[in-house]
C-alpha cells in the first residue's frame, strides 16, 4: 500500500503564497493521477488540481492562474503552488494517488490544514 505524506500548509495572509508537497513511499505504477482535493469546514471535498503520468494537469476554475501543480517523478512527488491565496482557499488540502494497473488503487493522504487570513 502507498503511503502519501504532506506538508507545506500553515496560516498565511490573503495575497500570500504557499507550497505543498506529497511524497509517495515506494514505487508506484506506470499509469497514474496525483493531485490535491481539498474540503472546507461544512463543505464537500473538492478536486483542486492534479496531474498524470503522461504530465497533463486539471485545475478547478477558481484556482487557475493562481495555483500551479508539478511533479517530480524520480521522487514520486507532486508540488502545489499556491500564490494570490484568498480566504476562500481556507481547508484541510489532501492529496490522492489514483493509479491504473488493470484495477484502479486509490491513496489519500493524512491532509494539511491551509488557512487564509483576511
Known amino acids: 500500500q502507498v503511503q502519501l505524506v504532506e506538508s507545506g500548509g500553515g496560516l498565511v495572509q490573503a495575497g500570500g503564497s504557499l507550497r505543498l508537497s506529497c511524497a509517495a513511499s515506494?514505487?508506484?505504477?506506470?499509469?497514474?493521477?496525483m493531485g490535491w482535493y481539498r474540503q472546507a469546514p461544512g463543505k464537500q471535498r473538492e478536486l483542486v488540481a492534479n496531474?498524470?503520468?503522461?504530465?497533463?494537469?486539471y485545475y478547478t476554475d477558481s484556482v487557475k492562474g493562481r495555483f500551479t501543480i508539478s511533479r517530480s517523478s524520480a521522487k514520486n512527488t507532486v508540488y502545489l503552488q499556491m500564490n494570490s491565496l484568498k480566504p476562500e482557499d481556507t481547508a484541510v488540502y489532501y492529496c490522492?494517488?489514483?493509479?491504473?494497473?488493470?484495477?484502479?488503487?486509490?491513496?489519500w493522504g493524512q491532509g494539511t490544514q491551509v488557512t487564509v487570513s483576511s
Open positions: 515506494g514505487s508506484i505504477f506506470s499509469f497514474y493521477v
Open positions: 496531474i498524470n503520468s503522461g504530465g497533463s494537469t
Open positions: 490522492n494517488l489514483d493509479q491504473y494497473g488493470g484495477s484502479r488503487l486509490t491513496s
